[in-house]
């Protein structure tokens, strides 16, 4: 009887070539190339955008601050030593939105401009409280204007006694640069100035509004 050899069938599949692996091995590479480029440019962005807020944060506080401050300027009594007085540099009298003091009640308030070299300051005051810095300019000037009834600009708001309006229809802020730029404007309506030109002038011949 003759024996015929049967070739032995083995059920484990065939490996990987070395040429697959490195093929493999390079399109994962490729794959986590372009993923960490892209996270990295989603970071960048990221901290761009938290560094524009943060930079624009404090502009945002100053303008809030001063809106907060100036639409509720009120006027005093005709013989008060707290009637509204402007300049260029400074304005005084009474607000119903103090920052330090309880809202709706007058406080005597002061905002300043402090103009040193080529930096300008402005400050707030309120008594008793101690003096608050609202911001600080780099090479600019700083000043503030008025707004008449008529719609022009005045820059100074004195206390006359024939006048029986005390507060501007609105408040100008403004911080030019020496170039010419301007980094920041404001302007503010009075709340109180329209009920204001309703005063009779009775109410200013006495000793309280």
Known sequence: MTLV????????????????????????????????????????????????????????????FLRTVLSAMTADSIKGDSRFDGSPEKITGLTLAPLLSPQGVPSVVELSIEQQDTTCTLRYREPPFPPITLGQWEGSRCRFTYLTDKGKLSPEWRIAKDR????????????EHNDGSIPFTLFTAIQGRRLARFYRTEFFDSEGI
């Open 5 to 64: 050899a049967r070739p032995c069938q083995s059920n484990a599949s065939p490996g990987f070539t070395l040429l697959e692996v490195l093929v493999v091995i390079m399109l994962i590479t490729l794959v986590m190339t372009l993923l960490i480029q892209g996270l990295s440019f989603i970071f960048d962005i990221r901290q761009k955008v938290r560094d524009n807020l943060l930079s624009a944060k404090p502009i945002i506080l100053q303008e809030q």
């Open 164 to 175: 029986l309006v005390q507060i501007p229809d609105g408040i100008f802020f403004q911080v």
